[in-house]
């Protein structure tokens, strides 16, 4: 479906879902914008995900079982499931989903960064009571991996198109290694073995290499999250690490359910029923290492059993006897101590199993007065890293002072400033604008217009003379915070710096006439690394407005591609009058330079 998804666009999935966008492809399946009907008339639409999937008569109706299954779970941490069924697209039968749309996912965000640990720690924070939840209810979600990680505004949610219940064949729900656990049914196991990749991923952008023989190679992780990816990927399901294992070492406060009483009964139960023989952690009588065989090759054999010896023992009570009625003993305790004793060969400890080793070995004496090694390496540490913020914190203030300097054109984030060539020795520029939802961005942001002078230098000029139509440079953001969706809390983002590159970049290029510029949250910006530069293609009416824009060539983000494209729709270029020779060009390339301190528009 992959190869042929971008031509479905604009045809409507069960008469009532149209395809207005492709989201994403993979191997069976296709994802789309599309808008859900209001229920109650006066309400706006609202825009949702729509996922096709061919149908294959073999699985489509207990697929489709298993989606209003899901439908019918309540819980914040699953995208939401609105419609679902079966259609014709393209003259070809397919299965429909449609969810909660959310603004990206956790496979999206890999590819530019891996995630720090207190990230990663908010992300499970909310994906691992979700998986509780599905478990404790008989299910299964089979799909643990990034991709299937999303991102809701600040709200972390699980996609719900793959859950399953408990017992299913891992052939009939196939998924990607080395996502998918090697046993060939579905347990709640399984998505631990799913979740232990996932965990790798998210903080390293490495996956775990199997060796040939058969253990994984994780890259360097911090703790605990070394300890919980190479107990996930254990082949035995008995030992592999459970999710209350997993949430007590992320959380020491959490408290596992089965410290209740009836887990308690359960388990006491479970102690005293004798486990069998055939065990793979018990060793028989019979065997060469268990310890009545050790004890049978120390001591000299008898006619009785040992325990049959020590049954006739317990069986038989012992008599009453006066202590005083005892006659003393001839021997003295001297001569007693002189004879001989014969020898025992030692039981070595360490060979008895389920016994601690360490009572066999010398005890450790803990020394009262400690070397304070470990102060003097601290204050050494502590003065280096004071001797390095004053080195380095002077330098880093006088290169955001300089980076913040009033010398481009910059707007808030809620509102676009439009700046006036014709009375720019006069006015100042005034700004009004409402800001919009970004498409594919957890934060908003909204376009700035930038209304230029036919010509570059005598805008310039203008300036110059007139420092009061210059445009003050957006203040820079009060703090550095982390505001990734996936971190424990969110922050709203402050206003974002915007600026233009001068419009004389390209002498032979149009006149610009009205500029628009993109505002990107602070929040958007802090994923930037390095420039993102987008090339937008825009064809020209006679009038100077742009028809159309389109990506000119592929761009590194569709976050500020679609920014882009929906700023360079309303640029407009001036009609050259005084010379009918050289008309308009019917297309010109806008460049777009996104960074983290600022955006940059002109033609190159």
């Known amino acids: 479906m992959s190869a042929t998804a971008q031509h479905l666009l604009g045809q409507v999935a069960d008469?009532?879902?149209?395809?207005?966008?492709?989201?994403?492809?993979?191997?069976?399946?296709?994802v789309f914008l599309t808008t859900i009907e209001p229920q109650t008339s006066g309400d706006p639409a609202s825009d949702a995900a729509i996922k096709l999937i061919p149908e294959d008569p073999a699985t489509s109706d207990l697929r489709l079982e298993h989606w209003r299954a899901a439908a019918a779970l309540s819980h914040p941490g699953f995208l939401r499931i609105h419609h679902f069924g079966r259609c014709t697209i393209d003259d070809s039968p397919c299965l429909y989903i449609v969810t909660e749309r959310a603004d990206e996912d956790?496979?999206?965000?890999?590819?530019?960064?891996a995630l720090t640990p207190d990230?990663?720690?908010?992300?499970?924070?909310?994906?691992?009571?979700?998986?509780?939840?599905?478990?404790?209810?008989?299910?299964v979600h089979a799909g643990v991996k990034p991709s299937n990680?999303?991102?809701?505004?600040?709200?972390?949610?699980?996609?719900a198109d793959r859950i399953v219940p408990a017992g299913e064949s891992a052939l009939t729900w196939p998924l990607a290694a080395p996502f998918a656990a090697p046993e060939s049914v579905l347990f709640p196991a399984s998505d631990m073995w799913s979740l232990g990749v996932s965990i790798c991923e998210t903080l390293s952008k490495i996956l775990p290499q199997q060796r040939p023989s058969g253990r994984f190679v994780i890259p360097e992780l911090p703790a605990p999250y070394a300890e919980i990816v190479r107990s996930a990927l254990v082949e035995d399901v008995t030992l592999r690490i459970t999710l209350d294992q997993v949430r007590s070492l992320l959380d020491p406060a959490f408290v596992r359910k089965g410290n209740n009483a009836s887990a308690a009964s359960e388990s006491a139960a479970s102690y005293a029923d004798p486990a069998p023989v055939d065990s793979p952690y018990i060793r028989p009588p019979e065997a060469p290492n268990s310890p009545e065989a050790l004890i049978a090759s120390v001591e000299p054999a008898s006619a009785t059993p040992p325990s049959a010896r020590s049954r006739a023992t317990q069986r038989q009570p012992h008599p009453e006897i006066d202590p005083l009625s005892?006659?003393?003993s001839p021997v003295s305790p001297n001569a007693s101590r002189s004879v001989a004793q014969p020898s025992r060969a030692p039981i070595p400890v360490t060979s008895l199993p389920q016994v601690n080793a360490t009572i066999g070995s010398a005890r450790r004496v803990i020394s009262p007065n400690p070397q304070p090694r470990s102060n003097r390496l601290f204050l050494v540490s502590a003065t280096a890293a004071a001797v390095l913020a004053m080195i380095f914190v002077p330098r880093l203030i006088l290169r955001s002072s300089k980076s913040y300097a009033p010398n481009s054109t910059n707007s808030s984030a809620s509102s676009p400033a439009t700046e006036?060539?014709?009375?720019?020795?006069?006015?100042?520029?005034?700004?009004?604008?409402n800001s919009a939802n970004s498409a594919n961005s957890p934060a908003a942001s909204s376009p700035a217009t930038d209304a230029v002078s036919s010509s570059a230098n005598s805008n310039s000029r203008t300036n110059k003379n007139n420092p009061s139509a210059k445009s003050a440079s957006a203040t820079p953001p009060a703090s550095s915070r982390n505001t990734s969706p996936y971190a424990p809390a969110a922050v709203a983002p402050?206003?974002?710096?915007?600026?233009?590159?001068?419009?004389?970049?390209?002498?032979?290029?149009?006149?610009?006439?009205?500029?628009?510029?993109?505002?990107?949250?602070?929040?958007?910006?802090?994923?930037?690394?390095?420039?993102?530069?987008?090339?937008v293609r825009v064809q020209l009416n006679p009038d100077g407005t742009v028809s159309t824009a389109q990506l000119a060539n592929p761009a590194p983000s569709q976050f500020f591609a679609e920014l882009a494209l929906k700023a360079a729709r309303q640029w407009q270029f001036a009609v050259?009058?005084?010379?009918?020779?050289?008309?308009?060009?019917?297309?010109?390339?806008?460049?777009?330079?996104?960074?983290?301190?600022?955006?940059?528009a002109y033609l190159p």
């Open 15 to 30: 008469g009532r879902f149209p395809l207005r966008k492709l989201l994403g492809v993979s191997q069976n399946s296709a």
């Open 420 to 433: 006036n060539s014709s009375a720019a020795a006069s006015t100042n520029p005034s700004a009004s604008s």
């Open 576 to 600: 050259p009058s005084s010379s009918p020779s050289e008309p308009l060009p019917s297309s010109t390339i806008i460049r777009f330079d996104f960074t983290q301190t600022s955006t940059a």
């Open 106 to 113: 956790l496979g999206q965000l890999l590819p530019r960064r």
């Open 149 to 159: 990680i999303h991102a809701t505004g600040d709200n972390v949610k699980l996609s």
């Open 119 to 139: 990230e990663t720690n908010g992300m499970l924070a909310a994906v691992l009571p979700t998986l509780d939840f599905l478990h404790e209810s008989g299910f």
């Open 326 to 328: 005892v006659p003393l």
């Open 494 to 535: 402050s206003a974002a710096l915007v600026t233009h590159a001068p419009s004389d970049v390209n002498p032979t290029a149009p006149t610009i006439q009205r500029r628009v510029l993109p505002v990107v949250s602070e929040k958007a910006r802090s994923t930037i690394r390095g420039n993102v530069r987008i090339n």
